[in-house]
């Protein structure tokens, strides 16, 4: 049977062994906006651009890095309505998890409910995937994560989930979503070190964006975001520091 009579099947595998809605999810996430993360040494960034729009649009209106919890941030490619559903049940169960514990839920635990929220879309009749994929910054409690210190103390480390359309998850150095993900990905093999700083991973992410997204790259056009062992919050940087950012690497 045709291939493509499998196409608007969401519960149906095609002979190939594709689920071709989840498929046309992705591709979805491939011609979104271009997103970046990376894990630094002390810390992981988020940045995402802001695709070339009609000029009457007001920039500071689209909200592309945000956070989750004060511990935790998100950015993401695809479908911006289908991400603020993502976002509210995030916020949700960081609420939840807050009032039972009284701190903020870890990474490694939101990564892992919304992923098993998106394989639920997989599966069921009258509903769709999500069309958007995420990444995620914040501290990982899990034990997989757990690193020493200089003085041999052991330390829950930054950790950076990527979660997509189809359900799965996983942590990543450095990833990249959206249009030109893939050059961008290769980009970042190249030039990426473990040991690198929160300011040089945030000079890294700026320069992929130049290289790889079309239109300006300007502190109007994108938004990056940071968490770091300084202070275990999520920031996001003003204009003026990512102004002073891009000078670095003009």
Known sequence: MNELAYS???TTFSPTGHLRQITHALAAVESGRLSVGIKCERGVILLCHKQNESPLVDYSTIRLVVNVS????????????????????????????????????????????????MQEYTQQGGVRPFGCSVLLAGRSMADEHTIQDADGRKKHGYVLYQVDSSGSYYTWKA???????????????????EAMSV??????????????VD???????????MVSEEDGLFHQLSKQEVEEYLKQIE
């Open 8 to 10: 608007f099947s969401l």
């Open 70 to 117: 004060p511990h935790v941030g998100i950015t993401y490619s695809g479908f911006s309505a289908d991400f603020r559903n993502l976002l509210s049940l995030c916020r949700k169960a960081n609420e939840k998890y807050f009032g039972e514990f009284q701190e903020s839920m870890p990474v490694n635990m939101i990564a892992r409910d919304l992923a098993a929220i």
């Open 175 to 193: 990833t990249a979503n959206g249009k030109g993900s893939n050059q961008a990905r290769e980009f970042l093999e190249r030039k990426y070190v």
């Open 199 to 212: 300011t040089d991973g945030i000079i890294l992410g700026l320069s992929c964006l130049q290289e790889y």
């Open 215 to 225: 239109g300006d790259v300007t502190s109007d056009t994108v938004e990056v975001g």
